[in-house]
């Protein structure tokens, strides 16, 4: 009573599904991201006014965290690592780009600007 090739498959089909899956990604808030990366010998110093709660991150948990890694999770919030003396990084928003002088429009005298009424808005509590 032997089992044929494919008997001997499908009985160990079950088993392969069976298996533990560990999934490698992980969500966390990127303060606790910024607080892996010190952990993991980095020296980044950032304020909750920047990197509130709210912000989430998702990484590959069985890889370092590295510098590049930590620009690429700031710059999704348009927040970028500055560096400081003695390989201190600090978080610090990005500035917007500088209009080029070329594309800033002209002003054109012979447009009659439109005038703005005065409100004056007052209250007390």
Not at 34 to 45: H, K, M, Q, V
Not at 65 to 80: C, M, P, Q, S, Y
Request: proline share 8%; aromatic share 6%; hydrophobic share 45%.
């Amino acid at each position: 009573m032997g089992l044929s090739s494919l008997g001997r498959l499908l009985l160990l089909l079950p088993a392969c599904f069976a298996l533990p899956v560990f999934a490698a990604d992980e969500t966390i808030p990127l303060s606790a991201y910024l607080e892996r990366a010190n952990a993991s010998g980095l020296r980044i110093i950032h304020s909750s006014d920047l990197v509130p709660a709210r912000f989430q991150v998702t990484f590959d948990n069985t890889k370092p965290i590295t510098l590049e890694k930590v620009r690429r999770a700031l710059a999704g919030f348009d927040l970028i690592l500055a560096s400081q003396p003695n390989d201190i990084w600090v978080v610090m928003r990005q500035q917007p780009a500088q209009a080029k002088a070329d594309e800033i429009p002209a002003v054109r005298p012979d447009i009659e600007r439109p005038r703005i009424e005065e409100v004056i808005v007052s209250g007390s509590l």
